[in-house]
């Protein structure tokens, strides 16, 4: 039997998955047939604050589009990355451009 791993990102340090969100996976994968989930929990940059969780999972995803799912088993990732307030307005200007494309056409 092939097992599939499911990666979660936690940079807020939650110390368990959400039980919902993971029927919700798991139901998912039985619909495609696969018996085994191995849940890797991913390294990630912490999130310091409350409210910008949104910002790390995109500014996160680039990531791993432009370096590769390597980076979520990488060491210079995880528990002492955090991102700056820099990074993060890097977002909020890069949602707003890609926004004002289709609101300005």
Not at 37 to 66: D, H
């Amino acid at each position: 039997m092939k097992t599939h791993t499911c990666y979660y990102l936690d940079s807020i340090r939650n110390s368990t998955i959400n039980l919902v969100l993971r029927h919700i996976i798991d139901a998912a994968m039985a619909l495609y047939a696969i018996q085994s989930v191995n849940w890797v929990k991913a390294k990630c940059p912490y999130q310091t604050g409350g409210t910008e969780c949104g910002y790390y999972v995109l500014k996160f995803m680039k990531e791993v589009v432009e370096e590769g799912i390597e980076i979520l088993a990488n060491d210079n990732v995880g528990e002492d990355k955090v991102y700056t307030d820099e990074n993060i307005d890097g977002i909020r200007k890069g949602c707003l451009s890609y926004g004002a494309t289709f609101v300005f056409k």
